[in-house]
Every structure is written in structure tokens, then in C-alpha cells.
């Protein structure tokens, strides 16, 4: 009986001082992909990008942090009493940890951004899995045979409740991936992300894809949600196939259409540059056709800006959610020739790194996201 008091007694109390570093013991491959991943890198000291927009952001000379709310929303000491980040456990380790998602209860919509409600109760996590929906599962130890038996049923560490409907259709996500307005009332971030319960693809079933290896180590499992999704160094395997291409023939040339799956505008970031690159291989030779670039960009009087400073859209050339783009080249094709088609992106507008001060390789490179070759 005194094992057992002490056991949920360190169970309530590794959870009130959890960190990712707990969560290791019975989900390792989880923890290791949660290492690479986006979430992982969100705070000012993993992410050069967002460190570079926040040192020229006129809110860091006042000592107000206003990004906490989603980039580090595990540091709530931080979110509680404002200031500036420190480089602390929450900031450096875990900014959006294992326990910030898990624990999303609802999500309140408004106008200048949206927010995550968490459930209060202390050792409850949310998770998804048809087959238990609507249930919930508390730890407990069931014995068989007269006591000889024992089974565990649950995590010892926390309670898990299957029935969120917000983790099966994919809006959780929305309380931090869904839009930002500035101090002057304008969306600097809108994913335009239409999603609902008659689409066939959400946040969840794209980017976090079923991959083989068990979630957990207290029972084998063939596969798990992927919590790695990263866009400055994941392959863009798990994506691509949500983008579709095809050629179209013409008297003058040919034409390449982009049919574009996704439930939001591809690149949609204003940070983001999209490439089409388009070339044509004939009697051996390659030949280069004039690239297309996919950026929304925002600015104030007619003028690219900062964030905080822009009121409106100067130009938004992005493929939109369920769009089918078609793009014309003035190249007449011969029998024989080979169409090679890349869609990829840089993860900055080089133009925009160059303002920023962003000199790493992988922010500012091409990042290839779709190649097709198409034969006549």
C-alpha cells in the first residue's frame, strides 16, 4: 500500500515539474522526432529566424515579449509576469512542449489571434484514436488469479481522455496556426486554412503522417503520429503528394498546372518565397525557362514593410487551398523532349534575409518540395 501512495504521489508531482525530459521514458521515438521539430525550435534561442524579426521589433526595446502565447508557451513564468526571454529549461529545452498541446481543452477564436483554453485538470492529456473514442483512461491496476496477476491499465505519469473532437479533426492546431493580426488591427499571418469535418485532409493527418515504430513503451504499437514536422531540414516527402502537376500541350508551348490539395494556400507565411522552376531537356541539352515565384507579400503605402508596420496585402501570388494554377511557357515542345517541373520554396525571400541580417544556409536556400519529370 505505501508503494503505491508514493507512486501517485510522484506521479501528480512529476507532472506539476514535468518537461519533455519525463515524457522520454515511455514515449523515446516521440521525444527523439520532437528533437528536429518546429515546435522545438520556436523560441528566440532555436530559431535564428524568429530571432531576427524580434531584435528589430520596436516591442524588445519596451521589454515586452509579445510572442509568448505561442512560441513559448510552456514558459509561464514569462507569460504570466511579461519581460524578456531568458534562457531558461522552458526556453531552450521544450518552448512548445509535449504538455502545451496535449492539454488544449478548447480553442477561443478572435479576431486579432486565437487562443488555447487548457483543461484544469492536473493529470489530464487529450489524445486521438478511433478506436477509443469518447473514452477516457485513468491509471489503474487490475489483478486476476486471486492477486497473483497484476496489469497496469493507463500511464502512470497522466490520465488520457479520447473523446477531444479538436484532435480528430485537426483544429487544434488553430489556437496558434491560424491567423496574427498587428497593433494596427491587419492578419500579418493568415493560413486561410479551410478545414472542416467533410475534408478529406486536416493539419493532423498531413503533417503529422502515421510512421512505423510503437508511440509508447508499455505496449507495442505498429505505428504513431509523426512529431517531427519541421520545413528547414524534414523531407517534404510526406507533403509532396498533396500537390499534383500536369502538362497541357499547346500550339505556342505548353502549359504546367499546379492542382494544389492542401486545406490552405501553399507558403502562406509573408516570410516564405515559392518557386516554380521549369525546364526543358532537348538533344541533350538543358534549358532553363524563366522561374515563377509564389509570396504574399504585406506592406504599408504600396510598399513591402516590417510586420508591425504593415496595413495591407501589396501582392498575394499564392496557390490557394484547393486551387488549380496554371502557369504558361512560350517553349514549343518536340517529340523527344523532357519537361522537368520543381516546386520548392525558401524558407526567407533571400530579399527579406538580406534585411534581417539571416546569413544561415538552410533559411535562405531553395528548398526542392515536388520534381516531376514529363516525357514527349
Known amino acids: 500500500m505505501k508503494y503505491y501512495l508514493i507512486l501517485a504521489f510522484l506521479a501528480v508531482y512529476i507532472h506539476a515539474a514535468t518537461d519533455n525530459t519525463t515524457c522520454k521514458r515511455c514515449h523515446p521515438k516521440i521525444f527523439n522526432e520532437y528533437q528536429n ?8 534561442y532555436n530559431d535564428p529566424v524568429h530571432k531576427a524579426v524580434w531584435d528589430k521589433h520596436p516591442a524588445k526595446a519596451k521589454g515586452n515579449y509579445q510572442c509568448a502565447k505561442c512560441h513559448t508557451p510552456s514558459d509561464e ?56 473514442k469518447g473514452q477516457k483512461v ?19 505519469y497522466h490520465d488520457i481522455d479520447y473523446g477531444n473532437e479538436l484532435f480528430y479533426n485537426g483544429n487544434v492546431c488553430m489556437g496558434c496556426h491560424a491567423h496574427k493580426e498587428n497593433g494596427k488591427g491587419f492578419a500579418v499571418c493568415d493560413f486561410k486554412v479551410k478545414q472542416d469535418d467533410k475534408s478529406k485532409h486536416n493539419c493532423i493527418s498531413c503533417h503529422m503522417q502515421k510512421v512505423k ?12 503520429a509523426y512529431h517531427g514536422s519541421n520545413i528547414v531540414t524534414a523531407s517534404p516527402a510526406m507533403l509532396e503528394k498533396y500537390v499534383k502537376f500536369s502538362i497541357q500541350k499547346e500550339k505556342e508551348g505548353f502549359s504546367v498546372r499546379i492542382e494544389n490539395e492542401a486545406n490552405h494556400p501553399l507558403f502562406p507565411h509573408p516570410l516564405r518565397l515559392g518557386v516554380l522552376k ?29 510586420p508591425w508596420l504593415a496595413d495591407s496585402v501589396i501582392k498575394d501570388t499564392t496557390i490557394q487551398a484547393h486551387e488549380k494554377r496554371t502557369v504558361s511557357y512560350q517553349h514549343p515542345l518536340q517529340k523527344g523532349d523532357h519537361v522537368i517541373v520543381t516546386l520548392g520554396y525558401h524558407i526567407v525571400n ?26 514527349f
Not at 521539430?37 to 528566440?44: L, V, Y
Not at 498541446?101 to 489530464?124: D, G, Q
Open 138 to 156: 485513468l491509471f489503474h491496476e487490475s489483478k486476476s488469479f486471486f492477486g497473483l496477476f497484476r496489469k497496469t491499465v493507463g500511464s502512470p
Open 37 to 44: 521539430s518546429m515546435h522545438k525550435k520556436a523560441s528566440i
Open 213 to 224: 515504430g510503437s508511440y509508447v513503451t508499455l505496449k507495442e504499437s505498429k505505428t504513431h
Open 278 to 306: 521549369v525546364s526543358v531537356q532537348h538533344d541533350g541539352k538543358t534549358i532553363p525557362l524563366k522561374e515563377r515565384y509564389f509570396a504574399r507579400i504585406i506592406g504599408k503605402d504600396g510598399k513591402p514593410s516590417s
Open 77 to 132: 513564468a514569462l507569460i504570466k509576469n511579461g519581460g524578456l526571454p531568458t534562457p531558461n529549461p522552458q526556453q531552450l529545452k521544450h518552448p512548445v512542449a509535449c504538455q502545451t498541446c496535449h492539454r488544449i481543452e478548447k480553442i477561443e477564436e478572435h479576431a486579432k489571434s486565437n487562443s488555447n483554453l487548457y483543461t484544469a485538470k492536473p493529470k489530464m492529456f487529450f489524445s486521438a484514436d478511433p478506436a477509443r
Open 350 to 375: 533571400p530579399k527579406m534575409a538580406k534585411k534581417l541580417g539571416i546569413t544561415e544556409e538552410h533559411y535562405i536556400r531553395f528548398i526542392p518540395f515536388k520534381k516531376e519529370r514529363f516525357a
